[in-house]
């Protein structure tokens, strides 16, 4: 930012940065004093400067509607503004959770008609809508399983299997039920390893956890063989449908053979994922699990919507019902698009990936080379070669006006750069992305010294970001003494 920005350094005592109307109500005393906080010491300015410095502020904001937003794993996909409009109506941002069913019908009808796509689209037999994030429907999930192994008598399941390349929240959940975790290897084409699955899935496994397509960006074409397995040994097969967006309209974790997953809503279905929120991550499940769903379900009867607490829930994941406008730009983008539409959205989602996985794989080295799905995820092992890290490659990117890919994970890739373009990008703009990385792979071979200094024309050159997390500080204080 420029200096003329900070606020503090052009401050003047004396100077207003509002006009307030007359008082039309009849005035009060201030608080007492020792009430009052008289170190803030804030900035005074004129008017026009607090808006010039808010406007900048706003200015380096990035997101979607500013530019691409290739964050691996992570579904930032450009979602219609109308969608928006359409959650704000009057008659559902009205809504008060305390309100009798009766009168909520429309609400009601909404909740009860997504439940039941979601399940279609998943190939299950039911959906809770509660869970709030991803990871809350990971969660939910597992207590699930928890349960439904202890209605079964078999007490002894206490062990969820992951993958080496599961998102980070998989074990996290697993640890929050309570539960012991085992990971299970990845073969050398990224695909899970069966003999090691085989060695591992005994009579303490609850459940097998997996990614599908994996956070490498692949299919995996032995799940038959793996969903066999687990069941033949008394477990559960689970899935993280965070990568949902490559699958839709394509095929169903039903017919898979997994017996619930966790959805994203705020990734495939038109709500801006990132910025802390809002989310939702509603559970869908097989027949063996519908007892055991989070309450409430929404169900019909002739007509008439109300709620229901399945007879052996795992209980409230949360306060009342869940996200519920987070709900409504679901059900507006399945509305929107219809069957066709939505198997369009995977379609395009695989066919960027491979696109942009073509144009760099003479740049940059990918550990499996073969038909990616969503995602595509490159090494930078190359360019450390010339001394020249991934995280280099990034801070690089910023000079060039583009969002990094996510970097560093999944673990199992070493310097790893995971990109997904996404559905909504055209091949003009995957172009200038592919562009920028081969002009940065040129660099890194001709003047690595360019990258290891990167960003150049950024406000905020580059941090010590190791010790920004060991010594915090989140507070900006004014030397008055100086002033």
């Known amino acids: 930012m420029k200096r003329h920005y900070l606020l503090p350094d052009i401050s003047q005592a004396g100077r207003i940065g509002c006009s307030l109307p007359h008082l039309d109500v009849p005035s009060s005393e201030l608080p007492p004093e020792e009430l009052l906080r008289q170190e803030l010491g804030l900035p005074e300015v004129s008017e026009v400067d607090l808006v010039r410095y808010f406007t900048a502020l706003s200015k380096l904001n990035y997101g979607v509607d500013t530019g691409f937003y290739p964050l691996g794993s992570c579904t930032m996909k450009y979602n219609p503004k109308w969608h928006e409009d359409v959650a704000k109506l009057p008659g559902l941002t009205a809504l008060h959770p305390y309100q009798s069913e009766q009168s909520v019908q429309g609400a009601l009808?909404?909740?009860?008609?997504?439940?039941?796509?979601?399940?279609e689209i998943t190939g299950m037999n039911a959906t809770s809508l509660v869970p709030v994030a991803g990871a809350h429907g990971e969660l939910a999930g597992l207590l699930m399983v928890k349960a439904y192994h202890q209605a079964r008598g078999?007490?002894?399941?206490?062990?969820?299997?992951?993958?080496?390349s599961s998102h980070g929240t998989n074990p996290a959940s697993a640890a929050m039920c309570g539960l012991e975790t085992g990971v299970v290897a990845s073969d050398a084409r990224g695909d899970l390893d069966l003999k090691s699955l085989e060695s591992m899935m005994n009579e303490e496994v609850a459940a097998l956890t997996l990614t599908m397509p994996s956070t490498l960006g692949l299919f995996d074409p032995?799940?038959?063989?793996?969903?066999?397995l687990v069941h033949e040994r008394g477990g559960l097969l689970g899935g993280d449908g965070a990568n949902l967006n490559a699958l839709l309209g394509q095929t169903k974790f039903g017919?898979?053979?997994?017996?619930?997953?966790?959805?994203?809503?705020?990734?495939?279905?038109?709500t801006p994922h990132g910025g802390?929120?809002?989310?939702?991550?509603?559970?869908?499940?097989?027949?063996?699990?519908?007892?055991?769903?989070?309450?409430?379900?929404?169900?019909?009867?002739?007509?008439?919507?109300?709620?229901?607490?399945?007879?052996k829930s795992i209980g409230k994941m949360a306060d009342f019902y869940g996200n519920f406008g987070v709900m409504v730009k679901a059900y507006a983008y399945l509305r929107s698009l219809g069957p066709e539409e939505l198997k369009r959205i995977s379609e395009d989602a695989v066919l960027n990936a491979n696109y942009v996985?073509?144009?760099?794989?003479?740049?940059?080295?990918l550990p499996y080379d073969r038909t990616c799905m969503h995602e595509v995820v490159f090494s930078g092992k190359k360019q450390k070669a010339k001394g020249v890290a991934t995280v280099d490659i990034a801070k690089r990117l910023l000079d060039y006006g583009l969002h990094p890919p996510t970097v560093y994970f999944p673990l199992i890739v070493s310097e790893a750069l995971m990109t997904e373009p996404t559905e909504t990008e055209s091949k003009e703009t995957l172009d200038n992305y592919i562009a920028a990385m081969i002009e940065i792979a040129r660099e890194a071979a001709e003047n690595p010294e360019v990258l290891r200094n990167a960003p150049?024309?950024?406000?905020?050159?580059?941090?010590d970001e190791a010790r920004a997390f060991r010594q915090l500080d989140l507070r900006w204080e004014i030397d008055h003494q100086k002033k």
Do not use: W
Not at 255 to 270: I, M, R
Not at 283 to 309: A, H, W
């Open 109 to 119: 009808q909404l909740m009860y008609r997504l439940q039941e796509y979601l399940a």
């Open 222 to 228: 032995k799940i038959a063989e793996i969903s066999q």
């Open 276 to 311: 802390g929120g809002p989310g939702s991550g509603p559970v869908c499940v097989k027949e063996n699990l519908i007892d055991f769903l989070p309450t409430p379900l929404v169900t019909e009867d002739n007509g008439r919507y109300s709620f229901m607490s399945p007879p």
């Open 456 to 463: 150049h024309n950024t406000p905020v050159r580059r941090l």
């Open 357 to 365: 996985k073509e144009k760099l794989k003479p740049h940059y080295f």
């Open 154 to 164: 078999d007490k002894a399941r206490k062990k969820i299997l992951l993958t080496d």
């Open 255 to 270: 017919e898979l053979g997994f017996d619930y997953v966790q959805l994203n809503l705020h990734k495939t279905f038109s």
